[in-house]
Structure formats: structure tokens, C-alpha cells
DNA sequence: AATGAGGGTTCCAGTCACGGGAAGGTCAAG
DNA sequence: CTTGACCTTCCCGTGACTGGAACCCTCATT
């Protein structure tokens, strides 16, 4: 299969799978006019790290993962490891958005949005005075 | 005041400030010796931006908001509008984030994390099987 | 006078995960 | 034979900084 219709496949553009074979995550074959040629196998790596990545994994964390998934010894514990690791990044991200949409959806409710210059935002944002 | 007072006095960086300068949104003065020298003004304006970034604006945003700060004749629904457009992305982001929590705590709780190899994550990221 | 500490300066490179676009090779169809 | 759709590599740009090198300025101490 070439680039295009693993592309269409995978749901990835075909910039990121070159990526991610420059980075070492894929490693298809080439065709002898120098095109790739990806197997099988290929296309499940390139599906998982899709799915990995659509769950907010870095691509240093999808390695990881990708090593764990393709050893038949590990250990289930390593992967909830990495898991938790990146949920709990999650979490605080989300902690950290929540609270400005508090503040600023208050802001934001106290504003006119009219034509006059008062502004409740404009005001915070200059140390409330 | 130089660039080290006003660090500790906005709580920005040293880089951070020369980094604002660099792309005009602050304009410190000289002092012979090539030093900065940062005015109330300057300071007040690095609070202003210090506050909008907390706010998760972006340098852009910062930009327009700024103009609109020192604009007396400003309406405030044009800050508002600033203002209701970036909380806009702020919720789809916490979307994103809460669906890939929601997932991955799933994913979480159904992982032994032990030493055996059986895993419903990587299962998960590998295409359920 | 030399030295050292602790400011400051510029400039360059790196981050993360790609995306855009140029310049050029390859292939199937008309 | 040409057209158009593929594919290739290579390099630059993104956002908002951060780290580090190499160098200057000032003051205090030896």
C-alpha cells in the first residue's frame, strides 16, 4: 500500500506518517522508485498510534506504549503506569481551564458588549483599580 | 527600573519581558549603558499581559486587547466579543479533555496493573481485537 | 590593578507535533 | 506525448517561550 491510501486508511495525513517514520515509530518498506510500501503490520501501528494520540498521549508516551504492546512479557502495572501519568496531566490541564472559564464567564456576564467604552474585562485585566 | 526588579515585581521572567519587546508589545526605554529601562507605564503593561495570559489569551488576543485598553472611545462589546471567542475555545478544549479522561479513566479502572501481560488499553489502542 | 559576583546585553538553537510549499521523480490514462 | 495525480526530499514556519553561549557593566574586595 502507498502513503495515500494508508492515508485514507489510517485517518492520518500523510505529512505525519513520513513524520512518524522520521521519528523511527514506523518503519514501512520502499518500492523500487523510492516509494514506501507499508504492510499489515504497518497499518496497525500507525491505527494505534492514531488512537493513542487521539487520547492525548505525547508521542514520547506513544513510544512507550508501542514497546509495551509489542512485548509479550510486560507487565500491565508499567502500562497503567503511564496511563495515570497522563490522566492526571489531563486533570490538572483541565483544572487549570476550568478555572479560567469561571473567572472568565463571570468577566464576561458583567460586560455590557454595548458601544460604551465601561468594560468589567478591560478592568481586571488592568489590576481592578 | 531594570529588567530584574521588574521580573520579580510582574512575576514574568527576565526572557519573557525581552521576549514582549521583541514583538512590540512593550517599549522600554534605553539607558546609556544599554540597559532597559522600564517606566510605571511599562510595568503596568506587563501586569495587563501577565493577567491576560493567565487568562490563556493568546499574544494576539493580548495584542487587540491591549489597543482596546488604551482606547478610550473602545466599545466594550469589541472586548467582549475578544472575550466570549477564546472562552468558546476554552470549552471545546475542556471537551476534549473531560471525552479523553472519560475514556482513559475507563481504561484505567479496567487495567490490573499487575505483573501479567493482559491489558485493556493497549488492547483498547490496538483496535479491541 | 586584578578579580569575582551579580547584574545586564545579543543571538542562536531547541521545544512539540506536525503543516505548507517548492522542486522534482513516477505512473496510468487519454 | 502530455496531463494530472501521485510520490519523493528538503527546508521553513508555527506559539510562546526557554536554555545557553559569549560578551559587557558595575561595584566591592583582595
Redesign the pocket.
Known sequence: M??????TQTG?????I???EDIGLVK?L???????RFRSQDIHKLNF?GRA?ALG?????CRTLMALYEDDTRASSDVKKVARAHLAQIEAKIADLNAMRDTLGHLIDACAGDDRPDCPILQDLGGKA
Chains 1, 2 share one sequence.
Open positions: 502507498n502513503i495515500g491510501d494508508v492515508s492520518l495525513p500523510a505529512k505525519t513520513r513524520y512518524y514501512p520502499r518500492d523500487d522508485n523510492g516509494y514506501r498510534l494520540r498521549f505525547t508521542i514520547e508516551d
